[in-house]
T-cell receptor, first 114, second 115 residues
Framework: KAGVTQTPRYLIKTRGQQVTLSCSPISGHRSVSWYQQTPGQGLQFLFEYFSETQRNKGNFPGRFSGRQFSNSRSEMNVSTLELGDSALYLC?????????????FGEGSRLTVL | DQQVKQNSPSLSVQEGRISILNCDYTNSMFDYFLWYKKYPAEGPTFLISISSIKDKNEDGRFTVFLNKSAKHLSLHIVPSQPGDSAVYFCAAKLLAGGGADGLTFGKGTHLIIQP
């Protein structure tokens, strides 16, 4: 069974630009969550999508947005990039409404903002 | 305000000995706790979990203990092996209300197993 796939793995942008990251969940998984990992803040929850609907959102500004498609693939977008947006962005999938809360993570997209 | 805290950024343990990683939480509504392990350049992988109705859960070399009154949990690894060297994240979630799968993570503890 293929794991969670994130693209691109690495990218470099400049301040003010926008970026779109993609995530393909494990087949059959309907929930996709996004997390930001930075050295100072650890893993922080961005948002979660289930059946194309945003079900929960973390404490991030409106520059961070996402969506989910009918095939459960998800994208997240960051507009007007700031230096502080440099981070590892992790996508995780699950069956959805999972009692155990076990998430399956991708390898992440490493974003560097210059 | 950090609801899940891992106060030790790093921990060094000799191979074969016990590794104890600690985690504290402030939100008494959390009712499910998980540990994830992360190697460099990889995503976190699920290790072990515990429900708030239990105080211990064991899986091979890994045991998680939960002390609800102290809002504290710990992960014990016995015996520690070189492959255990990784960053360990403690995470908590609210099951009530059947809500989203969003987890609240600690900042992680870097475990280093020394030969």
């Amino acid at each position: 069974k293929a794991g969670v796939t994130q693209t691109p793995r690495y990218l470099i942008k400049t301040r003010g630009q926008q970026v779109t990251l993609s995530c393909s969940p494990i087949s059959g998984h309907r929930s996709v969550s996004w997390y930001q990992q930075t050295p100072g803040q650890g893993l922080q929850f961005l948002f979660e999508y289930f059946s194309e609907t945003q079900r929960n959102k973390g404490n991030f500004p409106g520059r961070f947005s996402g969506r989910q498609f009918s095939n459960s693939r998800s994208e997240m977008n960051v507009s007007t990039l700031e230096l502080g947006d440099s981070a590892l962005y992790l996508c995780a999938s699950s069956l959805g409404r999972s009692v155990t809360g076990e998430l399956f993570f991708g390898e992440g997209s490493r974003l560097t903002v210059l | 305000d950090q609801q899940v805290k891992q106060n030790s950024p790093s921990l060094s343990v000799q191979e074969g000995r016990i590794s104890i990683l600690n985690c504290d939480y402030t939100n008494s509504m959390f009712d499910y706790f998980l540990w994830y392990k992360k190697y460099p350049a990889e995503g976190p992988t699920f290790l072990i979990s515990i429900s708030s109705i239990k105080d211990k859960n064991e899986d091979g070399r890994f045991t998680v203990f939960l002390n609800k009154s102290a809002k504290h949990l710990s992960l014990h690894i016995v015996p520690s092996q070189p492959g255990d060297s990784a960053v360990y994240f403690c995470a908590a979630k609210l099951l009530a209300g059947g809500g989203a799968d969003g987890l609240t993570f600690g900042k992680g503890t870097h475990l280093i197993i020394q030969p």
